[in-house]
């Protein structure tokens, strides 16, 4: 069995224990699930085998991962979602789900480095990125009316400030019938 190099043609091999330890054959050395979760997030491709039947347990092993990361921290799953997945188990469309999840994931990763791209070249000039501002010289004349001890209260927003927030307002409008007609 060749160790593999992590990639999508050669993936490296990692052997389960009966005894729950990872031995990673490209490095010749014991690993952890943790090991396992930052190989994923660094997209180096591993393949898990069970070590006695040589069957493959990547599936099962990438699920226990999940279940450590919900355990332990900020919770990605909610709980909605989680019982819409389980009710599908069994269901007549249970067999479209795969894909379908696969699919929605990738659309949104690929989305969510063109929301970082766009935030890098500059948002602050897009209507976002204004709408950003307006909201932050709100906050911030909240926060001097609110807070203990202020003395100035909040000037009022002039009318050409109201008219670009009202204008601002109906340029996400438009957008977002835009991600709608995308989403479809």
Do not use: C, W
Not at 137 to 153: C, I
Not at 164 to 172: F, G, I, N
């Amino acid at each position: 069995m060749a160790k593999g190099t992590g990639t999508a043609d050669d993936p490296i091999i990692i052997k389960k224990y009966a005894n729950r330890r990872l031995y990673n054959t490209g490095t010749s050395s014991y690993i952890t699930l943790d090991d396992l979760a930052q190989m994923t997030r660094e997209n180096v491709e591993f393949q898990v085998v069970d070590a006695k039947s040589g069957d493959d347990i990547t599936h099962s092993i990438l699920t226990q991962i999940i279940m450590e990361e919900e355990a332990g921290g900020e919770q990605l799953l909610p709980v909605s979602f989680l019982r819409q997945l389980i009710s599908m188990y069994g269901n007549s469309m249970q067999a479209l789900m795969p894909p379908y999840l696969d699919a929605s994931m990738k659309f949104f990763r690929e989305n969510q480095s063109k929301l970082g791209d766009t935030l890098k070249s500059g948002m602050a000039a897009t209507p976002l990125g204004k709408l950003h501002e307006a909201n932050m010289a709100m906050f911030r004349a909240a926060t001097e009316t609110l807070l203990p001890g202020s003395t100035k209260p909040a000037d009022p927003a002039p009318t050409s400030k109201d008219e670009e927030l009202a204008a601002l307002r109906k340029q996400m409008a438009a957008m977002q019938e835009q991600l709608d007609k995308l989403a479809k």
